[in-house]
């Protein structure tokens, strides 16, 4: 037999072969997904908005659990609430202030004026004392960012949401806000989380609403072309986000439109 004919023969088999697990991954991605959107729509017959009881003229709220500084964009086993992200570090504190909402590139959208708390207290995990934080709109000097193609050395001046914190003294405010990951590591192996937001009286232990919410990944996991799972798989959510541009983009603030439903602020004229 030549040479080439048997070149020829190896490379066909070897094609064939590469086709065949290339369609057994395909069949196998396919019956993945299948697995993940029957247990998805499983899940999403719990969730929802779940309201008992609603409190009127708050002035003041008790984060009982702050959010870490840092994003999860695919760590999948990552057991931080993907569904209820909705910011990160000091500016979960600040979403809970309509004066947030008041600087020039920060305003509230035109389908939900921002409503807002005089204070918020929590307890800082690095010293475990609760301090009270306040705020407002004030000037502050920036450096431009080489990041966002500044020199790094100019500066200019802002304004800026800020906030105060003081030690806090006295009874910790009334009502609490906190919030869990209810994902089974089952659930994860296929790219589904669970959160569960709750709105709590801490002077009766009652609950006086929680939110469950569960998204999935459609990509399974998938990180090619720096593609975030756990970003996307917001657009696939129940109870849904907004979708005008992106499930993503309509976290940002979901947990503040979700609270002053049950606790609603004092009115401020």
């Not at 094609?15 to 069949?27: E, I, K, Y």
């Not at 756990?230 to 992106?246: E, I, S, V, Y």
């Amino acid at each position: 037999m030549k040479r080439t004919t048997i070149l020829t023969l190896l490379f066909g088999a070897l094609l064939a072969s590469t086709t065949t697990a290339g369609s057994a991954q395909s069949a196998d991605q396919k019956t993945r997904l299948q697995i993940a959107e029957q247990m998805f729509q499983e899940r999403c017959k719990t969730a929802g908005e779940f309201i008992y009881r609603t409190a009127e003229n708050v002035d003041g709220v008790f984060l009982m659990k702050l959010r870490p500084k840092g994003m999860n964009y695919d760590d999948q086993f990552a057991m931080d609430d993907p569904y209820g992200r909705d910011s990160v570090g000091e500016t979960y504190i600040k979403v809970f202030f309509a004066g947030f909402y008041k600087t020039p590139s920060n305003p509230p959208p035109a389908w939900a004026p921002r409503l807002g708390y005089s204070y918020v207290e929590a307890v800082d995990p690095k010293d475990g004392k609760r301090y009270r934080y306040t705020g407002a709109v004030k000037e502050v000097t920036k450096t431009a960012s080489i990041l966002m193609g500044g020199d790094g050395k100019t500066t200019f001046k802002t304004k800026e949401f800020v906030l105060d914190l003081v030690p806090a003294t006295g009874p910790a405010p009334r009502y609490g806000i906190t919030y869990d990951d209810i994902s089974t590591h089952e659930e994860r192996e296929y790219w589904i989380a669970g959160s569960s937001l709750k709105v709590i009286d801490l002077k009766t232990n009652e609950v006086m609403a929680e939110r469950i919410g569960y998204m999935m990944d459609r990509g399974q996991g998938n990180t090619s072309g720096g593609r975030a799972p756990w970003l996307l798989a917001a657009d696939n959510a129940c109870p849904p986000f907004r979708k005008d541009t992106g499930g993503h983009t309509y976290q940002t603030d979901q947990t503040h439109d979700f609270v002053v439903k049950i606790l609603k602020p004092k009115s401020r004229r």
